[in-house]
């Protein structure tokens, strides 16, 4: 399968090969264990993930291969965020397993110091390299925090849900489309257009991911991992017939034994059409976004469109879980 095969990425699944290149050209030959931990963004073909920084850019009216060195990095911390999920996660087939947590959070650290050393490379004037050093850095501080506020267990109610995953998955997906944005333009309107495509399709694409994590997981699934996401915050604070017996679920931290009554309790509800409405709304927000950019930026418009065709097609697997139709 091609490098970025599944979205209509257009010409920006074909600078993949170059970003895999960028992320191997630093990799530290004295630490052989940090450059297997970078084989699956260094040396295997990339999902899409990556072409929204290249797309970003071309939007704004940009050379896309000038947002390789923020699609390296954006690949690699999302590596490292991987590598602290599972470790929060106690996924058994996760780094974290085959070497020990220290380890594996001691690659975690390592990769986001190297994100932050490709980022230093790209082929941009000085002063706009440390602006895009110093967002990185503000930004990788809101990640952690988000995964602190996640790791406390405080996420409580829906209000909590969105702080969280604001903080943890949204401004992650702003980042790396306003920097993408920012190799190609000095016009922060432009700039923000792609940061707001960015935290919005970041959120739906969380939404998306809990909605996976109930009714198509990998693995043990949140349910049987005991973890309290979307989909059980709107079963709890939803008025319906089963909400007591939900609540008294999760208070008596029952959800692994009894993940077949907590969903057949959340399909009563409607909860997976809720959730996919929710990831629509979002999805619209982020293409309304793009508004700004529809009169300017490249002629042919394809970075816009490619940043359209992603947030389309994201949408069209959580119909098939959720048994309606994603994409209007």
Not at 232 to 252: A, C, I, K, S
Not at 297 to 322: F, K, N, Q, W
Request: aromatic residues 6%.
């Amino acid at each position: 399968m091609d490098e970025g095969a599944g979205v209509g990425v257009g010409m920006f699944g074909g600078l993949l090969p170059e970003v895999r290149e960028v992320v191997r050209r630093e990799a530290p030959r004295d630490w052989p264990e940090l450059r297997r931990v970078l084989g699956p963004v260094a040396d295997h073909p990339l999902g899409p993930r990556p072409t929204l920084p290249l797309a970003a850019c071309a939007a704004v009216g940009g050379d896309p291969r000038a947002a390789r060195e923020v699609a390296a990095t954006w690949e690699v911390v999302a590596q490292a965020g991987g590598i602290l999920d599972d470790l929060q996660d106690g996924d058994r087939s996760g780094l974290g397993a085959r070497v020990g947590p220290g380890r594996a959070f001691n690659f975690s650290a390592a990769l986001l110091a190297y994100g932050a050393l490709l980022l230093s490379r790209a082929p941009l004037p000085p002063l706009r390299v440390l602006a895009l050093q110093r967002e990185f850095h503000r930004e990788t501080l809101h990640l952690l925090a988000g995964q602190d506020l996640d790791l406390t267990g405080k996420t409580a109610t829906l209000d909590d849900y969105w702080a969280t995953i604001t903080g943890k998955t949204a401004r992650a997906f702003a980042w790396a489309c306003g920097a993408g944005a920012r190799c190609g333009t000095e016009d922060p309107a432009a700039v923000d257009a792609c940061r707001g495509f960015g935290l919005h399709l970041g959120l739906a694409l969380q939404v998306l991911d809990d909605l996976q994590g109930i009714w198509e997981p990998v693995g043990r699934g949140d349910l049987h991992a005991g973890k309290v996401t979307l989909p059980l915050l709107y079963g709890l604070e939803m008025d319906h017939p089963g909400r007591e017996e939900l609540q008294e679920m999760v208070r008596e931290r029952r959800l692994p034994e009894e993940a077949g009554r907590v969903v057949e309790l959340l399909d009563a509800i409607g909860t997976r059409e809720f959730l996919v409405w929710t990831a629509i709304q979002e999805r619209e927000r982020s293409l309304a976004a793009l508004a700004p950019l529809r009169t300017v930026g490249d002629p042919h418009h394809s970075g816009v469109e490619a940043l359209v065709d992603y947030a389309t097609m994201i949408l069209r697997h959580a119909g098939g879980i959720a048994g309606m139709e994603a994409t209007p």
